[in-house]
Nanobody, 116 residues
């Protein structure tokens, strides 16, 4: 069973920054896609950013230019650097890994709250 542990969430003022980390119990190079999702109260979970094993990245239009996803294969960790945060970024953020033949796994989530 693959385990993902997120950290780095918290309360920040609008315009501030946070860096989320996701520690994965398996070699992340085994997974095709690593991603960050978020879910705000009363809304569906949505993709924020993803990165492939080859390093290609994809971002939701609402965060493009403000958020950066990265990976450290040696540490089996995925990061989400969030800058210029807005109140509408408030949500629970979830880490996700997806590998062909390996399955799809989620972390427990970390709360990000941006005050205006």
């Amino acid at each position: 069973q693959v385990q993902l542990v997120e950290s780095g969430g918290g309360l920040v003022q609008a315009g501030g920054s946070l860096r989320l980390s996701c520690a994965v119990s398996e070699n992340i190079f085994s997974f095709n896609v690593l991603g960050w999702y978020r879910q705000a109260p009363g809304k569906q979970r949505e993709l924020v950013a993803s990165i492939t094993s080859g390093g290609s990245t994809n971002y939701a239009s609402s965060v493009k230019g403000r958020f950066t996803i990265s990976r450290d294969n040696a540490k089996n960790t995925v990061y989400l650097q969030m800058n210029s945060l807005k109140p509408e970024d408030t949500a629970v953020y979830y880490c996700n890994v997806d590998g062909v033949g390996l399955g799809r796994y989620w972390g427990q989530g970390t709360q990000v709250t941006v005050s205006s």
